[in-house]
């Protein structure tokens, strides 16, 4: 639910029963790259998400109609590959413009493929890497200018997750890192309007954060993060020409106390800077959360 | 490439190879231990839980997916005890043969005595209360019997060329349990099974002085009896079967609900309540903090005592039989 209204953040048909290890899925889904994107909200350590993710993906990740096939492969460790084709439509990275004068094309325009892989560290120790390659058509259509561009746009990602298990009540000494890198390269060069002939419009960006939480006490945890984006942030548009932009920063801290196996209280404040037009901006974040899950005990992906 | 491709085939050869035994999986060292005693040689068996932890938590890491995957059978406590992680492992790890309601899929619980089955609707409110009744029923020696003896009938059927095995394993686990529970002298002379029946109709009592046997009680039975009637405050209501079985009373929990963390204003009623009643034994799991039972045992004189109830939770407690034995004669001893 937003200000928009209600709405279902995912709709799955999934089998259950395929054979050599393979799993379908189909409908409304979470794209399964990266860790954070496949996650609901809810399961969330902080209470938003990181830049690099409402840059490359929005505030709802990457999410739409697609269709998933995994395949857990038959190695002694695990290994999970996946790939998924989207129909397409995600206004930072894969947009679909409506505007009359822009090409149409026709779904799917979003391909991925990821890999998840861990070794088995023993009853304490839990690890997963993982690698993200999206690739797919994406539009920007500029309504003063009366001109647009179309053309490719991939992402490449990695990302790992550490979790340690004290194996205490309520999560006491439990400890766990983890983060994400995604660059992602535009090459835009299907020119529409007041900006035909114009150059291939290109942008190569990138960004990354890294998280750690801590459960100091029964029931209590605490969290940093540090959230960077466009350490890589070169554009070229037919607006300004090439631009190299600046990088933003943010540091984060969380503090989360679980009242009871359904509710929970968490107090978030953090400090960015900003790359802005203006130059550097930065700004202090505060939020508080209350959480309270309804419904059937509920069982969390790792 | 080719040399990705040629070491996924190899690794995947390497794991088919294994298939020597029966690849069991439980999810929790109870099981896996009594299973042992049933399978004997027959099946490789290994727990996810380490006895160590909370058993209402865990993260389903990707080793026990892998594990799952290559199980030929799966073992669970069931009473929606693993609610908040077996789904998770069983899902993503893609083994149908395993999926819950299959033939391999076992619920230990089928046939064990259930406590606390909620007779109105459970919500929210009343804490983690689980629908389905207790979950922690291996704490009655009955139980661990009652499981055997499923694991044993279910095995047998889907393996029945290894029937009879299963079933001289079981044989000598119930007597190895037996003779613990009740001694070598009265197992001998009134054989465990109308021991059993007995003390399942409450009735053992009766049964000994019928027999003239009243002295020769022997095992716990013969170490609790004394202290029959006695109450003790225990941190969560994990002990309930264990108290029930051995006439304690353990009505009386650290915490205001099932999972609701100890409060000041709870405690000090506790307190109150636990010197009317004269509580001599404060009774918890190793991996809750000691807080909240030093606070009642300072104002009351009650002691503190921490043992596992899960295999493998301490040294002593390597086995499921040592461990209930480690469980007894500590309780015992403080009472």
Redesign the interface.
Known sequence: MNEEGAGFEEAVLQT????Y???FSGGKIKSGIGRLNRQHAHAWDFLDAPLVYRAMFGDEGLSGDGVQLTW???????LLFGTEVFNGDNEQSFNVSDAAEMPQHDAPRLYTAFL??????G?NH?L?FGLSALSGRHQVWDEDAEAGVSGESRIFGTDFVY?Y?A??????GDWTVQGEYFYRDQNLGDTVGAWQDMPTWTAQQDGYYVQSLYGFL??WRSGLRWDQVGLINDVRNPEEGSLSCGDSYRLTAVLEWKL???SLLRAQAGRGWYATDDGREDALECALQWEVTFG??????? | MKTLTLMLLAAACLTNAQAAGIKIVTTTTDLADITRAVAGDLAEVSSITTGREDPHTLTAKPGFIVRARDADVWIRIGMELEIGWEPVILRDARNPTIREGTPHHIDASAHVLRLEVPTQRVTRDQGDVHPEGNPHYWLDPLNGRLVAATISERLSALYPEHKAKFEENLRRFERDLDTRMFGATLVESLGGESLWKAAAEKRLEALLAEKGATDKAGGWYGTMRPHQGKTLVTYHRSWVYLTERFGLLGDLQLEPKPGIPPSAKHLASLVSEAEARKVRVILQEPFYTLKAAEFVASRTGAKVVVVPTMTGGAAEAGSYLEMLDNVIRKVSAAL
């Open positions: 259950t029963s395929l054979p290890g393979l799993t857990l492969a038959p190695t002694p460790f695990y998840k892989t861990g070794p088995d560290l009853p839990a997963q979790k298990d194996k205490r009540a309520h999560g006491e029964p029931r009871s196996e359904f059937k005990h509920g069982a969390h992906d790792f």
